[in-house]
T-cell receptor, first 117, second 112 residues
Framework: GAVVSQHPSWVICKSGTSVKIECRSLDFQATTMFWYRQFPKQSLMLMATSNEGSKATYEQGVEKDKFLINHASLTLSTLTVTSAHPEDSSFYIC?????????????FGPGTRLLVL | GDSVTQMEGPVTLSEEAFLTINCTYTATGYPSLFWYVQYPGEGLQLLLKATKADDKGSNKGFEATYRKETTSFHLEKGSVQVSDSAVYFCALSVKAGTALIFGKGTTLSVSS
């Protein structure tokens, strides 16, 4: 089946630094990728929708200058957490929708756990 | 707004026991409903889905029926296995192509 990878799977950083998380579709092209955030014992919350070649669409309450999203190719989207703070510690998950496939099909990455000290 | 509520876990069962994980939703219009499963260390995988009322989704022995009258999509399996141990997420999509709205997830632990 279709595979989505995320890198890194785990990252620990100091407060004030920036962290980049990559989301790759390994065997398909994805015009649209989604970025979610999950707090412990909470549901996945959509942060933004990333479309290849255009600006991401952010959900209400998500700071676009803090969570920079770049979808530069049909197989790669990146999420950069800028000037990270401890409250940004969370589990970040991406999903990718195959180009030309069913509108309802999404494949999820395994997630990236971020800990900001 | 649109939302999904699923039963709190963890759910602990013995092998071959019957499983039910409750899921109810609130949505405008006619959403599509999904169950995703996440095995340890892996990404979410689609388990089954239903796109209209009274549809039954099924896969790997799991079933769920889209009940519009009760706004529910409960997940069931007649006989669970140890390999079914995972986190199960109920989700909905109000419009094709848009992101999913998830429940909090229910952890299932099956012992032999």
């Amino acid at each position: 089946g279709a595979v989505v990878s995320q890198h890194p799977s785990w990252v620990i950083c100091k407060s004030g630094t920036s962290v980049k998380i990559e989301c790759r579709s390994l065997d398909f092209q994805a015009t649209t990728m989604f970025w979610y955030r999950q707090f412990p014992k909470q549901s996945l919350m959509l942060m933004a929708t990333s479309n290849e070649g255009s600006k991401a669409t952010y959900e209400q309450g998500v700071e676009k200058d803090k969570f920079l999203i770049n979808h530069a190719s049909l197989t790669l989207s990146t999420l950069t957490v800028t000037s990270a703070h401890p409250e940004d510690s969370s589990f970040y998950i991406c999903s990718a929708r195959p180009s030309g496939g069913s509108q309802e099909t999404q494949y999820f990455g395994p997630g990236t756990r971020l800990l900001v000290l | 707004g649109d939302s999904v509520t699923q039963m709190e876990g963890p759910v602990t069962l013995s092998e071959e026991a019957f499983l039910t994980i409750n899921c109810t939703y609130t949505a405008t219009g006619y959403p599509s409903l999904f169950w995703y499963v996440q095995y340890p260390g892996e990404g979410l995988q689609l388990l089954l889905k239903a796109t209209k009322a009274d549809d039954k989704g099924s896969n790997k022995g799991f079933e769920a029926t889209y009940r519009k009258e009760t706004t529910s999509f409960h997940l069931e399996k007649g006989s669970v296995q140890v390999s079914d141990s995972a986190v199960y997420f109920c989700a909905l999509s109000v419009k094709a192509g848009t992101a999913l709205i998830f429940g909090k997830g229910t952890t299932l632990s099956v012992s032999s």
